[in-house]
């Protein structure tokens, strides 16, 4: 596999973001996030696309969904192997492609249905979340050519090397309904082509399109790899990722208060709020300091039950939020949302360090 | 005997034509080098007493004079160079310890000048500190990452004492003693009016002083000189001095020439006694004890004060650092083998201890392996030149440094490297009254405060062409600095790549 990350290089990229969300919990079917991202084909250059659907699997909700790349049948048997060792598998079947002429050198892709073992995971002593990112750490990490790249609840992320509308088509988005789309055209400097390099990254529920280069990746890298992560592939967002595993899973973070501290208030800003607001904020970048990313980032986080869009500090990347009744767009550009919505109720620009955070009516945010 | 005869290091030109005979410079050398010849009727000079401090230079009012270099010199020899041959023949009339000041001279290699700093070009911008913000805030302390709530939700914070600075730059530990009167109320105005720290080294703090106790760090040396309630609870934090880098191994050495009347008061020492601090803390002699000393400290401070345990950078710092920082320690600093001194064996600076930038990148490395960095803040001096080498420091891992000789050079200091004779013709590292008073600390404490708020927008500069507008984005991204002319291994301890990778 031309896996990234492994000779030790990083690679800068430049991108287009997009993402749909249902406050109602109504899901529709991928074809308007495929067209609204097919608009900034600009944004993207061919070397990675991806989408990741909430909602999805209904009728597998209580399982974790793992979406696995394999080079080879050698990788996929070692694989299933440690799968079947560490969790019950109740379903698994490749996932289902259509042939698509600008998508080539496909990996082998399947799709698993599992829940860990209980005798397993009561011996680990982790709760249910720990033991499976441990494992998918574990599979990405120790299988030579098989790499998870999907894992959570009723969730699913889809992506390839190629032009995001095709990696869609290819994958056939159109016969998936999600209460919450996110999508990612990629726009690397450079990559030897791997699939895995391609966006949305994602952790158990949680998955990420991002759009920008951090200047504080390393700082953010060395920190973050001090509570058990690791940082294999040199990605931004691999490492934003990481970081917002450790502050709302692992830490108990809110969305807000995480993003109060990756895109942590100007301390001229912090100075100016009430007591106990100033309080808060100096306490949480003071606390994670070394989480803090600066340089240029639009980012939107899929959760379960959520979306989170966020710019950097000093909004260095575009990206901007439309609503439209029950529905929320969110874009690096207004045309991606005209485009699948002409007749909005509002447009804006959410400031630099501002979270927006939509959660389904029905509550069920931040359930981690 | 002739062969206690050496030949002066320096030689003093002269230009008759200009000298005026005014006779400053003899008024002004503290060591008596120049002399008015009664019968020639013109100014002549010992110059085995010189020591270039180039006081007489700075204040002949017509540019008279120059102090060169003595080009005599013994016949070449790489093995045996002439301060090692006059150093025999030094030792071999007095069988005495020979002395120096300031830091280690040699021609050990200067890590800082063998890294490089990024910027952005294309894919990310830089950042322009004149026009966006650019933060330098630090604070400094343990951090912990369990979160408590109220029963409203609400976080309460459980932070441990830590220190605010407004930049990540401190005034490292020199005495009262050591340095006058004028010299630590300009570093005590400075450090107040920046908003950082400085440190009373181990002679105690002079009750003058107590007013700038926000801005002080307090320290407790082997000797514990001047140590008492008040002055532990007088700080902002309480550093236990366990080993500096001009001399690892041994204690503090301040002769008895410089234990004047007020100096006596404060250090609580008799007047005219050399104050010698014992090579360990009697009450320290491994990890365990070192943890009871810091708990008394906190307890003597109603745990409101970080508790600093200062280092000197030695072989093995990496593992001594992950003992500190789970011992109790809230801040570890780490004094490199370059830092300076009042005085120091010639042979124990020249020769023992590592470069603080190996030792800096060991530590900060096995604490993250372990998992520890946050328990600890790592503060990192000897030497610290330079703005650049402030952000190679952070960049390597540093939550901020120590500097002093820096701040000395910005008082005036000329690095004579004599401060054991305590006839600093410049009033720094002097007791004697009539040279004290050539430090004028209103002068002093805005030179100090110019130097800080230089490097500081250079620092801003510097962070912004890296495209970063926060300091702590700066703190161990070593992706950010590449090594230029290292071999593999030092790029290895380091954690750098090298130029063009």
């Keep these: 596999m031309l896996r990234e990350g492994k000779d030790n290089y990083r690679i800068p990229s430049g991108c287009a973001i997009c993402g749909i969300f249902n406050k109602d919990g109504r899901r529709i079917s991928g074809s308007s996030i495929i067209s609204a991202i097919e608009i900034m084909h600009a944004r993207s250059n061919g070397l990675g696309g991806g989408f990741a659907g909430y909602g999805i699997y209904p009728e597998y909700k209580d399982y974790y969904a793992f979406h696995v790349f394999y080079d080879d049948d050698r990788a996929k048997v070692a694989c299933e192997e440690y799968l079947n060792s560490h969790f019950d598998i109740v379903n698994l079947s490749r996932i289902p492609t259509r042939k698509h002429p600008k998508i080539t050198n496909e990996p082998l892709i399947f799709r698993y249905f599992v829940m860990p073992k209980t005798a397993d995971l009561i011996s680990s002593q982790l709760d249910e979340q720990e033991y499976t990112s441990s494992c998918v750490t574990a599979i990405n990490w120790d299988i030579e050519g098989a790499y998870v790249f999907s894992s959570g609840k009723d969730m699913g992320v889809f992506k390839a090397v190629g032009y995001p509308e095709d990696v869609g088509s290819f994958y056939r988005l159109d016969e998936y309904e999600a209460y919450c789309w996110t999508a990612h055209g990629r726009y690397p400097t450079n990559t030897p082509g791997w699939w895995g390099g391609a966006h949305p990254f994602s952790l158990l529920d949680c998955s990420i399109v991002h759009n920008g280069e951090i200047s504080s990746y390393d700082a953010n890298r060395r920190y973050i790899e001090m509570f058990g992560y690791k940082c294999s592939l040199l990605t931004d967002t691999e490492v934003i990722a990481y970081i917002l595993d450790f502050l709302i899973r692992k830490t108990g973070l809110t969305y807000e208060e995480a993003a109060n501290v990756i895109a942590a208030p100007f301390w001229t800003t912090i100075d100016r709020k009430e007591q106990q607001e100033r309080e808060k904020l100096t306490y949480l970048r003071n606390t994670f300091a070394s989480l803090l990313i600066t340089g240029p980032f639009s980012i939107i986080v899929g959760f379960k039950g959520g979306i989170m869009a966020l710019n950097d500090r000093l909004k260095l990347r575009s990206m901007i939020v439309g609503e439209k009744d029950d529905t929320v767009y969110i874009s690096s550009e207004e045309s991606a949302i005209r485009k699948i919505c002409k007749d909005l109720d509002r447009v804006y620009s959410p400031r630099g360090g501002e979270p927006v955070i939509y959660t389904l009516s029905g509550g069920g945010t931040n359930a981690y | 005997m002739p062969i206690n005869y050496i030949f002066p290091q320096f030689e003093i030109l002269r230009d008759q034509t200009r000298c005026i005979k005014c006779r400053v410079c003899e008024k002004q050398c503290a060591n008596e080098v120049h002399r008015y010849d009664d019968d020639y009727k013109i100014m002549i000079a010992d110059e085995s007493k010189c020591v270039n401090c180039h006081r007489c230079v700075a204040l002949c009012p017509t540019s008279a004079l120059r102090i060169i270099k003595n080009p005599h010199s013994f016949r070449e020899n790489s093995n045996w160079t002439s301060d090692t041959i006059t ?415």
């Design chain 2, 87 to 501: 150093d025999i023949y030094k030792q071999a009339s007095t069988a005495g310890v020979l002395l120096s000041s300031m830091g280690n001279p040699m021609s050990y290699p200067v890590y800082w000048d063998k890294l490089l700093i990024n910027a952005s070009q294309v894919t990310n911008p830089s950042i322009d500190p004149l026009r966006e913000p650019m933060e330098t805030k630090t604070f400094l302390g343990a951090k912990k990452h369990v979160i408590k709530r109220d029963d409203k939700g609400n976080i309460i914070s459980n932070l441990s004492p830590q220190l605010e600075l407004s930049t990540p730059i401190m005034f490292s530990a020199m005495s009262y003693g050591s340095l006058s009167y004028n010299a630590h109320e300009s570093l005590a105005r400075a450090a107040k009016n920046l908003g950082i720290l400085y440190n009373t080294g181990e002679g105690g703090l002079h009750e003058d002083f107590y007013q700038y106790g926000s801005n002080t760090i307090v320290q407790v040396a082997s000797g514990r000189f001047g140590v008492h309630k008040d002055y532990l609870n007088a700080g902002a934090a309480v550093e236990i001095k366990m080993g500096q880098g001009a001399k690892p191994g041994i204690g503090g050495h301040l002769p008895g020439a410089k234990i004047t009347e007020d100096v006596s008061k404060t250090r609580m020492i008799p007047i005219g006694t050399d104050a010698i601090s014992p090579a360990p803390h009697h009450d320290i002699y491994s990890i365990e004890d070192l943890n009871q000393l810091e708990m008394s400290l906190k307890n003597a401070t109603g745990f409101r004060k970080p508790v600093i345990v200062k280092i000197a950078a030695v072989h093995n710092v990496a593992a001594i650092a992950s003992g500190i920082a789970r011992s109790g320690a809230d801040i570890i600093a780490i004094d490199g083998f370059r830092g300076g001194t009042g005085a120091a064996p010639i042979r124990i600076r020249d020769n023992v201890g590592i470069p603080i930038e190996l030792a800096l990148a060991a530590v900060d490395t096995r604490l993250r392996n372990e998992g520890i960095r946050d328990n600890v803040s790592l503060v990192v001096g000897g030497s610290i030149r330079s703005s650049a080498d402030i952000v190679k420091a952070i960049a390597l891992g540093a939550d901020a440094v120590y500097i002093a000789t820096a701040a000395l050079l910005a008082l005036g200091c000329h690095l004579c490297r004599t401060c054991y004779s305590g006839k600093c013709n410049w009033g720094i590292a002097t007791q004697r009254e009539d040279l004290v008073k050539r430090l004028n600390p209103e002068v002093g404490y805005q030179r100090l405060i110019n130097l800080i708020t230089a490097w500081n927008h250079e620092i801003k500069e510097m962070m912004g062409g890296m495209g970063i507008n926060s300091i702590e984005a700066l703190k161990g991204n070593r992706f950010m600095l590449r090594g230029i002319g290292l071999n593999q291994k030092e790029l290895d301890i380091l954690g750098v790549r090298h130029a063009g990778e």
